[in-house]
């Protein structure tokens, strides 16, 4: 796990996959319908989110997921934690606040290792930062109901199984998509969760080609 936040440390601070490995979990529709609005409106409203990662009892990074409160925005969705970014505040500063308001981190327990690229979400109007963070060992969560039904973790290496990801048509809005997600959970892991975490893992396969 040393190894390889060593590694982020470094490879976050270059050229990133972007857009290229986003749009490779991007829903497309069927017949009609377009792709996602990509670029975002100078009235974007700023938003984090925190990628969170934990060495496993073998000593294997394992990532932070929240399955999202029912009457809350995207409700019943897997998301990682986070929010809206409050008046002055850094993309990291968002990321953790959420994080500690959601489940219950303390920020200092996390230390903050780089940025992935941003991605705007057109439902919401959010232009997401995803906000890279590692902590020692596996949190002692404590779920906000308000906002999380459930905080789970998964090993970073099973989704780079295939038996893992699935691709359907689905009817979203009037038109029918095809949509990629991970089958790891209780519910799909798909849109701008698995677009976020699809550069993540292009990353993470960097290094264990190494």
Known sequence: MKEFTRF?????QKELPGRKAQLKMAPRPVSSGSLRKMEPPDHANDSSVL???FPNEENKPELTLTL???DIDHGGQISFP???AEQGESAAETALREAEEEIGIPPESITIIGQLSDLYINNSNNLVTPVVGVVKKKPNFKINP???EEVFAVELNSLLHKKNLTVENWELGKHRYKVPYWDIHQVPLWGATAMMLHEFLDIYQDYCKQ
Do not use: A, T, Y
């Not at 982020?8 to 976050?12: A, S, T, W």
């Open 8 to 12: 982020l440390k470094n490879r976050l």
């Open 51 to 53: 990628i969170l990662l």
């Open 68 to 70: 999202r409160s029912r």
């Open 82 to 84: 986070g929010g809206r």
């Open 146 to 148: 308000s906002e999380v």
